[in-house]
């Protein structure tokens, strides 16, 4: 159980374009997802967390314009980067807990975004 | 807000011999621990986790100390196998809060 799928897991697109990565929780309800990133040889930074049904809390320093986030379900919730730049290439990541009261956090499989 | 500190950053070992990572943390309200697994090109896969009540949790060839007095905490990988290599990575949370993640090591287990 408490699988989290992510797609794509990979995608290249052109500077000025925008790309949505989905994340879905297969077997539980997460009411609350995570979205992080990672660059190469870094650990994971968190950049926001997405609540279903309301707007997603993003950490000092993250553009929300940039990143939209959207949890318009219980087992799905996406991730855009709008006008993305080669800056923005990266590995994304996204995770969830498997219901109220669990600590544990499972993540997705992650998605590498390469920005030409 | 948490800092956790993880040691070493690489670590190579021969098959069979154990492998020890170390994670000091900062926020006493942190009660929570797990150790993640990183392949290349993955997400990283829970592998093991202890909380704050507990001194010692053991799975098969892994296992994990906490000292809370201390703020220590650490993984311990026996008999290693290839399939161990990988980008391990701890972390602290303070209950259901955000989990703040280590550096990580890069374990390296040579046949």
């Known amino acids: 159980g408490a699988v989290v799928s992510q797609h794509p897991s990979w995608v290249i697109c052109k500077s000025g374009t925008s790309v949505k990565i989905e994340c879905r929780s297969l077997?539980?309800?997460?009411?609350?997802m995570f979205w992080y990133r990672q660059f190469p040889k870094q650990s994971l930074m968190l950049m926001a967390t997405s609540n279903e049904g309301s707007k997603a809390t993003y950490e000092q320093g993250v553009e929300k314009d940039k990143f939209l986030i959207n949890h318009a379900s219980l087992t799905l919730s996406t991730l855009t980067v709008t006008s993305a730049h080669p800056e923005d290439s990266s590995f994304y990541i996204c995770?969830?807990?498997?219901?109220?009261?669990?600590?544990?956090?499972?993540f997705g499989s992650g998605t590498q975004l390469s920005v030409l | 807000g948490e800092n956790v500190e993880q040691h070493p950053s690489t670590l190579s070992v021969q098959e069979g011999d154990s492998a020890v990572i170390k994670c000091t943390y900062s926020?006493?309200?942190?009660?929570?621990f797990p150790w993640y697994k990183q392949e290349l090109g993955k997400g990283p896969q829970l592998i093991i986790d202890i909380r704050s009540n507990v001194g010692e949790k053991k799975d098969q060839r892994i296992a994990v100390t906490l000292n809370k007095t201390a703020k220590h905490f650490s993984l311990h990988i026996t008999e290693t196998q290839p399939e161990d290599s990988a980008v391990y990575f701890c972390a602290a949370s303070p209950g259901f809060q955000k989990l703040v993640f280590g550096t990580g090591t890069r374990l390296l287990v040579s046949p």
């Open positions: 077997d539980f309800q997460a009411t609350t």
């Open positions: 995770s969830a807990r498997p219901g109220q009261g669990h600590e544990k956090l499972f």
């Open positions: 926020d006493s309200a942190s009660n929570y």
